[in-house]
């Protein structure tokens, strides 16, 4: 174990472990609302997470992460729907529809770069946003309520809060851990030298399709899950998790976080902390939320294109 | 399906894909000359809208609220590009989608706090609330006409603009090579901004054109920004004359596919199924001809050189 990788690790255990001391405290005090903000910023974070390894170890800036988590929960909907509420199957199968959209679609968004990558990104998760609006099966516009809580092996675990939080920061250490060992394995060097340089990587027998359509596969399998758990928290799910401005916000976290992976977390708590403080005082949290993602863009300056790579 | 509802949702595409060019080439031409990503484009087509139907309202006359709507959008324009755009233009295409993003969720906001979130009204102007009777059976109202017209003929303006006078050839060597027209001496901040201003009316006037067919909502910029990103992959990236033709080809395909698309699926597969994924691939199917499109050309139709 390189010193860089134990380094990685700890700081993910640190992110993950300080969320659940949190949790651990406000489920002593019963305060239910910090419950739930952590079960939120668990789910977001695996979400920004997956998608933070493609910004920053791949280079690819994708503005359709929505779509994946989406199709998540649609897939538990759909199970729910069926009877099957187990969540070794759902989540699997949650992970396999996400894999299958990427696949298909990174076959065609894979080959363009720059402002297109972005451009064919967002069109996609928009086409998979219209596709399930207009299923009359699943409620259309309005979406549908979930028709059972997710079980493991038949035991009730998600029919709290505090039991979804579990389940999120679970999900989102195990993701951690194996992205972050993904990142110093043979794959994320492969990704990191097409982001830094096309031309040497392939030169240097690096397939760059192969590499970078992995990433993106499994980077949509993992916001997947993430939607297992948002279509159990809300009870509810619809086309609004597909909604662009859900993957715009993941990007906000995503940069906000930084380059390290851990970052994510960061990022993600930082969100939904703002949105929930906002929120308390004005039913228009968008409009600040905007005008401090508006500031942060200008105050950073120049040192976040040079940390992305000129690809992105 | 008869042929006069066949002609009449034809012609509904080709308006449909009139307003899309608007909306398209003034955000092909920033791409392709600043290789600058621009997620508020539509906020422009939101405001121009917003600020037509204001000063109609105002005004009480349909041409003249056009007229200050249009200013009214130019300045908000040019106040962005001065406080943002100008300033995002030399970053990294990760920090302009945040950037622009953030200014959609600020204007999206700002509209509904100041305006509510429910439709502003636009009627009509008075002059064209009548119909041109096309063929026996045919009547289409004259407004989706005179939208029609403004399209063309603004599509004939671009054109000259971009083939045939010195800022065109500056546009064109632009989004050829970007430096090379730098270390020429021209000056390639004030070409972005005249480029971006030239756009984001066409935008505003898209908005407030199709502000009386559609309601007049603060999120009526998100959809037709997305769509307008298809048409530029579509066509190509930077091409105007791509723009042009595959926003026709979008808007005929979308609106033809939405109208009978299920239908003539209930012919094939019977009417249950039909109905139950008719809708979900008519509002699929401009993806899906997306992904045919640059699986054949990646580059779009009208990419390269010879494109513009």
């Known amino acids: ?312 | 399906m008869s042929s006069t509802l066949f002609l009449l949702q034809l012609l509904n595409g080709l308006q449909f894909g009139m307003v899309l060019f608007l909306v398209a080439a003034g955000l092909t031409l920033v791409f392709g000359v600043m290789d600058f990503i621009n997620l508020a484009h539509g906020v422009q087509y939101t405001l121009g809208a917003y600020l037509t139907a204001l000063c109609v309202a105002k005004f009480g006359h349909f041409g003249l609220g056009l007229v200050a709507g249009l200013l009214g959008a130019l300045i908000l324009g040019y106040v962005l590009e001065w406080l943002l755009f100008g300033v995002l233009m030399h970053r990294s295409h990760l920090e302009q989608v945040l950037g622009t993003f953030g200014v959609i969720l600020v204007v999206t906001d700002g509209l509904k706090m100041l305006f509510g979130p429910a439709p502003l009204p636009l009627a009509v102007p008075e002059a064209f609330q009548w119909s041109v009777r096309l063929t026996p059976t045919l009547v289409y109202p004259a407004w989706r006409l005179a939208i029609m017209l403004a399209g063309v003929v603004l599509a004939l303006v671009l054109w000259w603009l971009v083939a045939k006078t010195r800022l065109g050839m500056l546009v064109r060597a632009g989004s050829t090579d970007r430096e090379t027209v730098s270390a020429l001496g021209v000056n390639i901040d004030k070409l972005f901004r005249l480029v971006f201003a030239f756009g984001a009316v066409l935008a505003a006037f898209a908005g407030a054109m199709a502000g009386p067919l559609i309601s007049i909502e603060p999120t009526m910029g998100d959809n037709i920004l997305i769509l307008a990103f298809v048409v530029i992959v579509v066509g190509g990236i930077g091409s105007v004359r791509g723009a042009f033709f595959a926003a026709i080809l979008i808007g005929v395909v979308d609106t033809l596919g939405r109208a009978f698309l299920t239908g003539w699926l209930a012919g094939l597969v019977g009417k249950p199924a039909a109905a139950s994924v008719g809708p979900a691939l008519a509002s699929m199917l401009i993806y899906i001809l997306m992904a045919l499109v640059l699986a054949v050309r990646p580059q779009g139709l009208f990419a390269g050189a010879g494109g513009k």
């Open chain 1, 1 to 312: 174990m390189t010193p860089g990788l134990r380094k990685d690790l700890a700081l993910g255990a640190l992110a993950v472990g300080l969320l659940a001391v949190v949790l651990f405290v406000a489920l002593q005090i019963g305060a239910g609302g910090i419950v739930s903000l952590i079960a939120r910023i668990g789910i977001f974070a695996l979400a920004a997470l997956a998608l933070s390894f493609l910004v920053t170890q791949a280079g690819l800036v994708s503005l359709g992460q929505a779509a994946a988590v989406g199709l998540g929960a649609y897939v538990t909907l759909a199970l729910a729907e069926r009877g099957q509420s187990e969540l070794l199957v759902q989540l699997p199968l949650a992970a396999l529809a996400a894999a299958a959209f990427a696949g298909l679609t990174g076959l065609v968004v894979l080959r363009a770069r720059g402002v297109a990558f972005i451009m064919l990104t967002l069109a996609f998760a928009q086409m998979a946003f219209f596709g399930v609006a207009a299923l009359p099966a699943f409620g259309g516009d309005d979406g549908m309520a979930l028709a059972a809580r997710s079980t493991l092996l038949g035991v009730k675990v998600l029919r709290s809060e505090a039991g979804i939080a579990v389940a999120a920061l679970l999900l989102l250490g195990l993701a951690l851990a194996a992205l972050t060992l993904v990142r110093h394995a043979r794959l994320g060097l492969a990704l990191r030298a097409a982001m830094d340089n096309e031309r040497r990587a392939e030169a240097s027998g690096i397939n760059i399709p192969h590499v970078q359509l992995a990433a993106y596969v499994a980077c949509a399998a993992i916001a997947a899950l993430s939607g297992v758990l948002l279509a159990n928290q809300a009870d509810y799910v619809s086309p609004g998790y597909l909604n662009w401005h859900r993957s715009g916000e993941l990007l906000v976290m995503v940069v906000l976080g930084g380059r390290r992976l851990a970052g994510a977390v960061l990022g993600a708590a930082l969100v939904l902390v703002t949105e929930d403080l906002i929120s308390h005082y004005t039913e228009y949290w968008k409009f600040w939320l905007g005008l401090l993602i508006v500031a942060v863009v200008l105050l950073r300056g120049r040192d976040l294109s040079s940390l992305f790579g000129r690809r992105a």
